[in-house]
């Protein structure tokens, strides 16, 4: 395993080839199944070295989660803070941000929405602060856009929640659908939930309710 000239990159670079070599072997393989051997290997250092780095097993799948969760979240809030904007265009942006993010990290997707969860804590917390994060995102733009439709707030503020929570699980799914279905681009996924998503609030702030017979 070539590892001759690991002292002449920075610790910085160092670590994230390391990172990057633990997401790909987490995705790949889960938790559980992943070895240190194995993204030694990839990362093209010695395994003492990623200890060094990077402390124990657990240490760094929680990094590579808060690093992947933190960059996802950096892509969705850079592009719906601009208040500027009408918020269904902003939630349109936040949307394709995310599903766009997921597509082109693969892995890091794989890692967020299958094995943090699935692993207990403290992984299943960290992968529930960015669920959070993102769904204060929304929560934000549906009631804007019900109180630019209407003025005051024709929808309570927990439809709203609800609203927003089913729009961010419905999100996760698809794209994980998106990223495993040949041919779905992240464009396409998100405009289904969009389209999915506008219709319903639509409906709620004209006071169209479905109700079970």
């Not at 199944?33 to 993204?39: G, N, R, T, V």
């Amino acid at each position: 395993m070539g590892v001759a000239g690991t002292k002449r990159l920075p610790r910085a670079v160092r670590e994230r080839q390391m990172m990057d070599a633990a997401v790909a072997c987490f995705a790949r393989h889960g938790y559980q199944a992943a070895s240190m051997d194995e993204i030694a290997e990839l990362a093209g250092v010695s395994k003492p070295l990623v200890y060094l780095y990077l402390n124990s097993k657990e240490e760094l799948f929680t990094a590579c989660i808060r690093r992947e969760a933190q960059a996802l979240l950096a892509a969705v809030a850079e592009v719906v803070t601009d208040v500027s904007v009408p918020p269904d265009e902003r939630l349109w942006a936040g949307l394709l941000a995310f599903f766009g993010h997921a597509a082109d990290h693969p892995d890091a997707w794989a890692v967020l929405s299958r094995h943090a969860r699935t692993q207990g804590e403290p992984f299943a917390t960290e992968a529930a602060r960015m669920r959070e994060e993102i769904a204060d995102f929304v929560t934000g733009l549906i009631g804007e856009a019900a109180r630019a439709a209407h003025g005051p707030v024709e929808i309570g503020d927990r439809d709203v929640a609800a609203l927003a929570q089913a729009l961010v699980g419905s999100a996760e799914s698809l794209a994980t659908w998106a990223n495993e279905t040949p041919g779905v681009t992240a464009r396409e996924a998100a405009a289904t939930l969009m389209n999915f998503a506008w219709s319903g609030l639509g409906n709620l702030m004209k006071n169209e309710r479905w109700s079970p017979r």
